[in-house]
Structure formats: structure tokens, C-alpha cells
């Protein structure tokens, strides 16, 4: 799986591992949330596009992100899951990394969902966010989840 960084280019997912370490390592008496994002866009095929957002609270943040295609979805609800279940492989892989680099407990983690209470996607509001917290995960919808709707959502073009 390769990622994207835009300040350090290509990475593997090892690699974000390794830079997201070295991040909070740096400075660790500060406070993080690491967030978990995915939005996709259609056209003759749909781009799904994950982002891990790495927020050093009241520092700034680094981001990375991942493209892949997929055949042309149309059902909008079948798209939602679809993000929803890239965001969840992602951050259980993520969590799994956290806990034996023992960062777990310093880190809140948060799965950002691209649905709101306005618009089509109202309606899945209880199942997604249900997926999400039975994980044992924190689920934002939007205006809170911008690590969907605003950094992924910029890399689906």
C-alpha cells in the first residue's frame, strides 16, 4: 500500500509508521489525535482516497494519504460503507502499530466519516457511525469529520 506525504513524497505504510513515530517521539510531552478519513469521487471509476492525519494539538499536523480505483460505484450508500470500511482496516493497522510502539495510550484516536445530518447521507448516520464505535473507535460526521470531507476529499480529483 503506498501512501502520499506532501512535504516527504511516496511512502509505505511502514514508512508513515516510521515518520508518525519519529513525530510524536519528537516532542512527547504533547498532546495528539490521529485521525482516519476516507472520501471517494465518481467518474467512469470511483477514487477512494484514505487520509491519516497526525494533529499535534495546538502545534500543526502532517498528513499522508492513499489513492486507489475501483470499478464505478453508484449506489451511494454502498460507497459509503466502502469508505468506511478502508478507514477501519487502516486504523486497526494503525492501532496495532501504536500499541507496540507503546504510543497507544498517548494518542486519541478518531475515524472521520464523510456523511452529516443534512444532504443523502443523513439516513446512514446510525449504521456508520454504529460500525465505528463497535470497533471501538471514535466516529465524527461531519462538521466535525474534515479529515474526510476536507483532506481526503482534496486528493479525490
Given at each position: 500500500m503506498l501512501f502520499t506525504s506532501p512535504s516527504l513524497g511516496p511512502l509505505s505504510l511502514d514508512q508513515?509508521?516510521?515518520d508518525?513515530?519519529?513525530y510524536i517521539t519528537e516532542?512527547?510531552?504533547e498532546k495528539y489525535k490521529i485521525i482516519v478519513g476516507t472520501d471517494s469521487m465518481c467518474k467512469n471509476h470511483t477514487t477512494f482516497v484514505t487520509a491519516i492525519i497526525v494533529h499535534r494539538q495546538g502545534k500543526?499536523?502532517?498528513y499522508y494519504f492513499h489513492k486507489e480505483k475501483e470499478k464505478h460505484i453508484n449506489s451511494l450508500r454502498q460507497r459509503i460503507f466502502?469508505?468506511?470500511s478502508l478507514?477501519?482496516?487502516l486504523t486497526c493497522h494503525l492501532k496495532?502499530?501504536?500499541a507496540t510502539s507503546g504510543l497507544l495510550e498517548k494518542v486519541k484516536l478518531e475515524v472521520h466519516v464523510d456523511i452529516g445530518n443534512t444532504g443523502d447521507t443523513r439516513n446512514l448516520i446510525r449504521e456508520i457511525v454504529g460500525m465505528v464505535t463497535g470497533?471501538?473507535?471514535v466516529a465524527k460526521i461531519k462538521p466535525e469529520s474534515f479529515g474526510a470531507s476536507k483532506v481526503a476529499d482534496r486528493h479525490t480529483r
Amino acid at each position: 500500500m503506498l501512501f502520499t506525504s506532501p512535504s516527504l513524497g511516496p511512502l509505505s505504510l511502514d514508512q508513515v509508521f516510521a515518520d508518525i513515530n519519529k513525530y510524536i517521539t519528537e516532542k512527547p510531552l504533547e498532546k495528539y489525535k490521529i485521525i482516519v478519513g476516507t472520501d471517494s469521487m465518481c467518474k467512469n471509476h470511483t477514487t477512494f482516497v484514505t487520509a491519516i492525519i497526525v494533529h499535534r494539538q495546538g502545534k500543526g499536523a502532517r498528513y499522508y494519504f492513499h489513492k486507489e480505483k475501483e470499478k464505478h460505484i453508484n449506489s451511494l450508500r454502498q460507497r459509503i460503507f466502502y469508505e468506511t470500511s478502508l478507514s477501519l482496516q487502516l486504523t486497526c493497522h494503525l492501532k496495532d502499530f501504536l500499541a507496540t510502539s507503546g504510543l497507544l495510550e498517548k494518542v486519541k484516536l478518531e475515524v472521520h466519516v464523510d456523511i452529516g445530518n443534512t444532504g443523502d447521507t443523513r439516513n446512514l448516520i446510525r449504521e456508520i457511525v454504529g460500525m465505528v464505535t463497535g470497533s471501538g473507535l471514535v466516529a465524527k460526521i461531519k462538521p466535525e469529520s474534515f479529515g474526510a470531507s476536507k483532506v481526503a476529499d482534496r486528493h479525490t480529483r
